[in-house]
């Protein structure tokens, strides 16, 4: 088993990533913050990150949030890739917070 | 009451990344038995003591979610009423012909103002359910395989207009509100759950920016005991699992969330209580709203309003 160093580029946040699990996988097994964790299956999109440096390997994605222009330019989902070197990443997704706060702001709309 | 009208949920459509994956994960993990596949590359499931041939079917797709949610009906004059019913109410309807879904009679498909797609059926073949109608067994040997839930019990769309929905569910197609979660005005529901029969829900609904999404397919378990059971095969299957196993305010069942392959949230769920149509609704202020989503953290978490397919 290897084990790279991933990087998040906004909060500064390092963690060490084995190769079998997913960046999200290895975030959370160590108990770091900084990407927004959803349904760790590609298919709801909030763990959206942009790989700025770095390999990797992935899997299928939900076309709802990856279009095939943003996977080229390693616009992916954290759930779906696994390091193959070190990585710096920059979050792209977003959790939305106060949904309840929202839904009325969106009613009054 | 007598049950005629809407009878039951009777299948969810699913969207799925990669198939084999999925076919192994719902057949293996899950325990679902499959029952066949189609020319359009449906895989079709269902749970170990259903006697229609399906509930669940999953489709290969490039993006997660669900296609279509299907109602049985009491049967084809019924099919006819409600059909009848919805266009006089002002709903477009269209009908599937009878096979296009495999063992399947007419369906009449319809879109609801979330943009969620429902279908109503009268006919699905009898399969059984492994043991014969004289003299059977208490259960049988699928029972212990895999998660095995014992059916496929409702599911939680979100969407913008669930006003208007639980309009055609309660004035077309004669559901009951049984229960409901108001926002901070007191005027406006937040979420609110629907029962044609009486479970206490069969189908329920969160409002939401976007619509036609869905938050969770549920399957019922018969004990807390089977529920823990599963969140054992779950971590060993490395499932993701969102919360759980805990216990639902609102309905009181008691309740896994975790997430199949492709990222489409489903339940194992327990329990809950018996619905009359002489019992008034329960309501949830928004400020208790943890509790009644999830009752022992008492908070939701920040998945719950966020994350759907």
């Given at each position: 088993?290897?084990?790279?160093?991933?990087?998040?580029?906004?909060?500064?946040?390092?963690?060490?990533?084995?190769?079998?699990?997913?960046?999200?996988?290895?975030?959370?097994?160590?108990?770091?913050?900084?990407?927004?964790?959803?349904?760790?299956?590609?298919?709801?999109?909030?763990?959206?990150?942009?790989?700025?440096?770095?390999?990797?390997?992935?899997?299928?994605?939900?076309?709802?949030?990856?279009?095939?222009?943003?996977?080229?330019?390693?616009?992916?989902?954290?759930?779906?890739?696994?390091?193959?070197?070190?990585?710096?990443?920059?979050?792209?997704?977003?959790?939305?917070?106060?949904?309840?706060?929202?839904?009325?702001?969106?009613?009054?709309? | 009451?007598?049950?005629?009208?809407?009878?039951?949920?009777?299948?969810?459509?699913?969207?799925?990344?990669?198939?084999?994956?999925?076919?192994?994960?719902?057949?293996?993990?899950?325990?679902?038995?499959?029952?066949?596949?189609?020319?359009?590359?449906?895989?079709?499931?269902?749970?170990?003591?259903?006697?229609?041939?399906?509930?669940?079917?999953?489709?290969?797709?490039?993006?997660?979610?669900?296609?279509?949610?299907?109602?049985?009906?009491?049967?084809?004059?019924?099919?006819?009423?409600?059909?009848?019913?919805?266009?006089?109410?002002?709903?477009?309807?269209?009908?599937?012909?009878?096979?296009?879904?495999?063992?399947?009679?007419?369906?009449?498909?319809?879109?609801?103002?979330?943009?969620?797609?429902?279908?109503?059926?009268?006919?699905?073949?009898?399969?059984?359910?492994?043991?014969?109608?004289?003299?059977?067994?208490?259960?049988?040997?699928?029972?212990?395989?895999?998660?095995?839930?014992?059916?496929?019990?409702?599911?939680?769309?979100?969407?913008?207009?669930?006003?208007?929905?639980?309009?055609?569910?309660?004035?077309?197609?004669?559901?009951?509100?049984?229960?409901?979660?108001?926002?901070?005005?007191?005027?406006?529901?937040?979420?609110?759950?629907?029962?044609?029969?009486?479970?206490?829900?069969?189908?329920?609904?969160?409002?939401?920016?976007?619509?036609?999404?869905?938050?969770?397919?549920?399957?019922?378990?018969?004990?807390?005991?089977?529920?823990?059971?599963?969140?054992?095969?779950?971590?060993?299957?490395?499932?993701?699992?969102?919360?759980?196993?805990t216990r639902h305010g609102v309905?009181r069942?008691?309740?896994?969330?975790?997430?199949?392959?492709?990222?489409?949230?489903?339940?194992?769920?327990?329990?809950?209580?018996?619905?009359?149509?002489?019992?008034?609704?329960?309501?949830?202020?928004?400020?208790?709203?943890?509790a009644g989503v999830f009752y022992h953290d008492r908070?939701?978490?920040?998945?719950?309003?966020?994350?759907?397919?």
């Amino acid at each position: 088993m290897a084990a790279f160093t991933v990087t998040i580029e906004d909060t500064g946040e390092t963690y060490r990533c084995p190769d079998y699990k997913t960046l999200l996988e290895g975030m959370e097994a160590l108990a770091k913050k900084g990407i927004p964790v959803g349904c760790r299956g590609g298919g709801c999109g909030v763990c959206k990150v942009e790989i700025v440096a770095g390999t990797y390997s992935k899997r299928v994605m939900s076309r709802d949030h990856v279009s095939e222009e943003e996977e080229v330019a390693h616009k992916v989902l954290a759930c779906r890739v696994k390091p193959t070197s070190d990585v710096t990443l920059r979050v792209l997704g977003k959790m939305k917070k106060n949904v309840c706060r929202d839904v009325n702001a969106a009613i009054a709309e | 009451m007598a049950m005629t009208g809407v009878l039951r949920p009777g299948h969810a459509v699913v969207r799925v990344l990669d198939l084999e994956e999925s076919v192994d994960f719902y057949g293996r993990v899950m325990g679902l038995k499959e029952t066949g596949r189609d020319k359009s590359g449906r895989v079709y499931f269902k749970c170990w003591d259903e006697r229609d041939h399906n509930s669940f079917v999953i489709r290969k797709a490039d993006r997660a979610g669900l296609d279509a949610f299907g109602f049985k009906v009491r049967d084809k004059a019924t099919l006819d009423r409600l059909e009848s019913d919805l266009k006089a109410y002002g709903v477009t309807t269209e009908r599937m012909p009878a096979g296009e879904m495999l063992e399947t009679g007419e369906r009449v498909r319809f879109k609801v103002p979330t943009g969620h797609v429902i279908e109503l059926y009268a006919e699905k073949k009898d399969v059984g359910n492994g043991m014969p109608y004289v003299n059977p067994e208490a259960w049988t040997p699928d029972a212990e395989k895999g998660i095995a839930p014992i059916r496929m019990d409702h599911c939680l769309i979100y969407g913008g207009d669930i006003d208007g929905n639980r309009k055609i569910f309660e004035d077309v197609l004669g559901f009951s509100l049984v229960e409901r979660v108001k926002l901070e005005d007191g005027v406006t529901d937040l979420a609110t759950w629907l029962t044609c029969s009486t479970k206490a829900h069969d189908i329920a609904m969160v409002r939401h920016a976007e619509d036609g999404k869905l938050h969770h397919v549920s399957f019922l378990l018969d004990s807390w005991e089977r529920v823990l059971r599963a969140a054992d095969l779950m971590s060993m299957n490395r499932v993701s699992i969102d919360i759980g196993p805990t216990r639902h305010g609102v309905t009181r069942g008691t309740t896994i969330y975790f997430f199949d392959p492709s990222g489409n949230r489903m339940e194992t769920f327990c329990g809950g209580y018996q619905w009359y149509p002489d019992m008034q609704p329960v309501t949830w202020t928004w400020d208790e709203v943890g509790a009644g989503v999830f009752y022992h953290d008492r908070k939701l978490n920040e998945r719950f309003l966020s994350v759907v397919t």
